[in-house]
């Protein structure tokens, strides 16, 4: 039996993906991001598709431990790092590499004799404000870290824009240049064998003076577009996800009738209205405004009424003859998960991150080897 609401990952199209990364960075490494469940779409799964590249990163501890209970052994670098010595002990016995961002992280450190235990990326906060030493610092804490008994040497060096997404914003060349000219600076003669990482998906693409070392793509590995001005498709990426359902109702409404919670939506002409089975709870977004397309039978149709927790309305004018079964596509291949995105003021990081366990998850070989 098909669920109701189900998503198709297609995931030949990570390795697609992938090889676009390489053609933009052809000569850096590549550390796939696959936080947050893979960005929706497993965690585990993401990383059996995604083996070949360098290292992966995950935002926490156990996501990492996850990865190498499992089994995978290629190298994991926590981007959080860790806040505890506890946490610090989970590092090490898993091999995880951490990043380290903080004063905090500093005084556990100095309370570990161990040598030459744990793998770092030393963190420079070039304006996102969030983790990071600031440049004005960076060359004492590097110093410090370079006496750390517990820290592997050579340390890594990385930073993080915050406006790459916005190819306008010229604070991204500034994070760049602050990041490098800090780094020429720094009072050792070790630097050359310091590994650098800049960029994520938007960095990539935009800004080839943030392609380093390392490169850190996250969601354009999913097919996902970082820019609010285009989609994965027009980037030659393609979508890993799509989110389908079913019509489970259809019924003629009148001229004036009111449809959904709160009546949000009043009928301007005589019309047919179609429900289908999916809604908030399966993570389709709350803030759906009307209008928002949803494709019934392969053709799009208006989103109308509000979203509610398990159903959304659509109307069907367009499709007198639509009957209940006739399969309904939220996003996916065909209906860009950035539109959808847009019609609900939010990024399609959401969405994806967003889909809930009620979703079934098929996989698309699966799915054609079954039929
Ligand atoms: C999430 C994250 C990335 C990946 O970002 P995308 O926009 O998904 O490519 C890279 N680096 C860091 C530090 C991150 O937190």
Redesign the pocket.
């Known amino acids: 039996m098909i669920p109701a609401a189900y998503a198709v990952l297609n995931i030949d199209a990570a390795k697609h993906n992938l090889a676009q990364v390489r053609k933009h960075a052809p000569h850096a490494k590549i550390m796939a991001?696959i936080?947050a469940n893979g960005y929706g779409h497993g965690l585990l799964r993401i990383a059996q598709a995604l083996k070949p590249v360098d290292a992966f990163?995950v935002?926490r501890v156990d996501e990492g431990i996850r990865l190498r209970q499992a089994g995978i052994k290629t190298p994991i670098t926590v981007?959080e790092g860790f806040s505890c010595n506890e946490e610090l002990d989970e590092l090490i016995r898993y091999q995880l590499d951490a990043v380290v961002h903080s004063s905090c992280q500093l005084e556990i450190f100095a309370q570990r004799p161990e040598k030459n235990q744990l793998s770092i990326w030393l963190k420079m906060d070039t304006g996102m404000n969030r983790l990071g030493f600031k440049p004005a610092e960076f060359n004492t804490v590097y110093a410090q870290l370079q006496d750390c008994a517990i820290v592997k040497q050579p340390i890594n060096l990385m930073t993080?824009l915050a406006n790459a997404d916005i190819k306008t914003d010229d604070s991204s060349s500034d994070q760049i240049s602050l990041f490098k000219d800090t780094i020429n600076k720094l009072q050792l003669n070790t630097v050359s064998i310091n590994e650098l990482s800049i960029a994520?998906?938007?960095g990539i693409l935009a800004w080839p003076s943030a392609i380093t070392d390392w490169v850190?793509?996250?969601?354009?590995l999913y097919g996902i577009s970082?820019f609010a001005d285009s989609t994965g498709s027009q980037l030659n990426l393609k979508p890993i996800m799509s989110l389908h359902s079913r019509l489970i109702a259809v019924k003629q409404l009148n001229k004036g009738d009111k449809v959904g919670y709160a009546g949000t939506w009043i009928c301007p002409e005589d019309t047919n209205l179609g429900v289908v089975a999916i809604g908030y709870g399966d993570g389709y977004p709350r803030y759906a405004k009307a209008g928002t397309p949803v494709l019934v039978n392969g053709q799009r149709v208006p989103l109308i009424g509000r979203v509610s927790m398990d159903m959304i309305t659509v109307d069907l004018g367009s499709q007198p003859n639509a009957k209940a079964g006739d399969p309904v596509t939220l996003w996916g291949e065909d209906l860009a998960v950035e539109e959808i995105a847009q019609c609900a003021e939010t990024i399609p990081?959401t969405l994806v991150c967003g889909i809930t366990q009620r979703v079934q998850i098929v996989e698309k070989s699966a799915l054609l080897t079954s039929n």
């Open positions: 991001v936080k990163a935002a981007l993080h994520n998906s938007a850190r793509p996250g969601v354009m970082p990081y």
